[in-house]
């Protein structure tokens, strides 16, 4: 691993650069940043590291200084100059300096910077493995033996003269030297795979890189382009000579780096659409709690919040209470989650509120990542389902009580008025046995014929007030029963029934609502709807139970709001309505004049 120092006053630059380094295609580099002119120049003499970026702006504008000053102290690494956009003229004096480069802030591009640092740390190791021999040489120039110096040194050039000759073809990448026109003048081994070509001159380049060439050459400068060659993809180095009119064009294979770059880019744009359709923040904070990187702060805020402090940010938004679960983060490494309430656009939301540390490859805590769940729909969901809850809760307890009310009343019916009227009835037959004048008789006994109708309609009515007796055995028993009774009553009127078994599927409250349900449909169409026949069905599946009666009777106009029904003498109707509502259960009522009626409920047995 190359150990980079990084000499800025700015903290932006450095987590730029940090961004930078993190995208190199071999990740042999390790980026650590001072602050200021006195600690680089520590740092820089301390032996730890590789090389030096030094940014121009430091200490107002003294980059050039600081590399001048190491020059002279003789520090055994190579500086890079990092200056900012129209001081071209640095370039020259930073070399003058004793720099290895000079680049423009605005060009530092991951390739650029990489090739940079490789290039500057090559070339200062090589130079120091020349110049160490030379340095032994001296003291034997000293000794007068100059025709062995002389010998020696005209060894050691052709020794490096061949290893320089051997050092293309020993590349594993492809090396070119073409004219500025695109006629090849050179190539090594490695280009024969690639592209076939013999090392032979006068052959031209094909498409793209005689586009890429064509660039450079009018450019005056490198360009750096990625190329596919079949199935594989090379990073191409463009770099002309003007002077001379000639490129060289360096090669190097990127075919996984360019795989993992689009599933990486594949990863972003999904990671990019599940974050723009969640209503979440996420952002990243460094150890001072300042914003360095955010997504979605406009699901809150328009304004610009990059550097501002997290704690100040929230503060903004009314909340003042999540100060101390950030600095357990950074103090302590615990995650921590909660909720939190802020205040925006003058609307109170809630937030689910997750923070996470952040550490470096030494497991120091260097910030943390933080994330805010827009919950406020969710909360208003729960509070409307608990009011539901408590709805359907009340009504319930009203309809139990409802239900405790009708069989009260058929006591009180059959215990009082009832009886009352069926011992008049008996003593009426009992006089008229006795009575001798046939004119009485026959007025006695009109007289008793209605007892009868009345009595007759008492027991139906508090038949129909009390709870049927089979609806603990299941809810198609007691319709079946009430069938054969509703067919004695109304005779005239076709019923036809498909009835599946549903035993003990449902609760009895629920067994009898349903059955409640269905007997007010029966009496509208048996007294009220003028019905010729009517169809009952009963189906029973894993998911619910469908009830359905239809009547072909003289039908109604259903009013658009459930209200309307009250308005319009519907109250069977509305008993109908709650009771679904109960059970959490959707009725249908379908009816237009002179085509019948339809009743329709489904109650789910999950929640049954």
């Known amino acids: 691993m190359e150990n980079i120092l990084l000499i800025s006053e700015d903290q932006e630059l450095s987590i730029f650069l940090q961004g930078v380094f993190n995208k190199f295609s071999q990740q042999k580099y390790a980026l650590e940043w001072v602050q200021d002119y006195a600690a680089g120049l520590g740092a820089a003499s301390s032996g730890q590291f590789d090389g030096v970026l030094v940014d121009h702006a430091i200490g107002q504008g003294a980059g050039l200084r600081f590399i001048e000053q190491a020059s002279e102290a003789q520090l055994s690494i190579p500086f890079i100059l990092l200056r900012e956009s129209g001081l071209d003229e640095l370039d020259f004096e930073a070399l003058e300096k004793g720099a290895a480069d000079s680049i423009e802030r605005a060009l530092l591009t991951p390739a650029r910077l ?42 050691e050039a052709q020794k490096k003269a061949e290893w320089m000759a051997r050092f293309p073809d020993e590349n594993p990448n492809p090396v070119m030297r073409v004219t500025g026109a695109g006629k090849v003048l050179y190539t090594n081994k490695a280009s024969t795979v690639v592209s076939g070509w013999r090392g032979a001159g006068g052959q031209g380049l094909a498409d793209p890189l005689v586009r890429i060439l064509s660039r450079a050459m009018s450019l005056g400068t490198e360009v750096l382009e990625d190329v596919q060659f079949g199935e594989k993809t090379y990073s191409i180095s463009v770099m002309p000579n003007l002077n001379e009119g000639y490129a060289n064009l360096y090669w ?304 109604f106009d259903v009013p658009e709001y459930w209200a309307d029904l009250a308005l319009s003498d519907h109250l069977g109707l509305i008993s109908m309505r709650e009771r679904s509502e109960m059970m959490d259960g959707s009725l249908e009522i379908q009816s237009q004049p002179g085509k019948g009626t339809l009743m329709r409920i489904s109650v789910p047995l999950e929640r049954n």
């Open 114 to 155: 990489e090739k940079a640092l490789s290039y500057a740390l090559a070339y200062h190791r090589g130079r120091h493995r020349w110049e160490a021999p030379m340095r032994k040489m001296v003291p034997r120039q000293q000794d007068g033996r100059q025709a062995d110096l002389a010998e020696n040194a005209i060894r």
């Open 252 to 555: 190097r294979e990127v075919t996984e780096r360019v795989k993992m770059e689009r599933a990486l880019q594949q990863s972003e744009e999904r990671f990019r659409i599940a974050l723009d359709n969640i209503p979440i923040i996420v952002c990243t904070l460094d150890r001072d709690l300042r914003i360095n990187w955010i997504y979605n702060a406009r699901l809150i805020t328009q304004e610009i919040v990059l550097g501002r402090r997290f704690d100040d940010f929230l503060n903004s938004f009314g909340n003042h209470q999540a100060e101390s679960m950030l600095n357990s983060v950074i103090d302590q490494g615990q995650s921590q989650r909660g909720e939190i309430d802020l205040l925006v656009n003058g609307q109170k939301c809630h937030f689910l509120f997750n923070l996470e540390p952040l550490h470096d490859a030494q497991h120091a805590i260097i910030g943390l990542t933080a994330s805010m769940l827009d919950i406020t729909a969710l909360r208003s969901l729960q509070a409307e389902k608990v009011q539901h809850l408590a709805h359907i809760e009340i009504q319930r307890r009203l309809i139990r009580q409802r239900e405790m009310e009708r069989l009260q009343i058929a006591r009180n019916l059959h215990d009082g008025p009832f009886q009352t009227l069926n011992a008049a009835n008996i003593s009426l037959i009992d006089t008229i046995a006795m009575e001798e004048h046939s004119q009485h008789i026959e007025r006695m006994q009109w007289v008793q014929l209605i007892f009868d109708q009345q009595i007759q309609e008492f027991r139906e009515f508090i038949q129909e007030l009390r709870p049927p007796a089979l609806v603990s055995f299941g809810l198609e028993a007691s319709i079946r029963s009430h069938l054969q009774h509703f067919k004695t009553l109304y005779p005239a009127i076709e019923l036809s029934c498909d009835l599946m078994n549903d035993g003990k599927i449902l609760p009895e409250e629920t067994r009898l609502s349903l059955y409640r349900i269905y007997q007010e449909a029966m009496i509208n169409a048996g007294r009220h709807a003028s019905a010729g026949k009517i169809e009952v069905t009963l189906t029973v599946d894993d998911q619910q139970v469908t009830l359905q009666v239809f009547d072909n009777g003289i039908g």
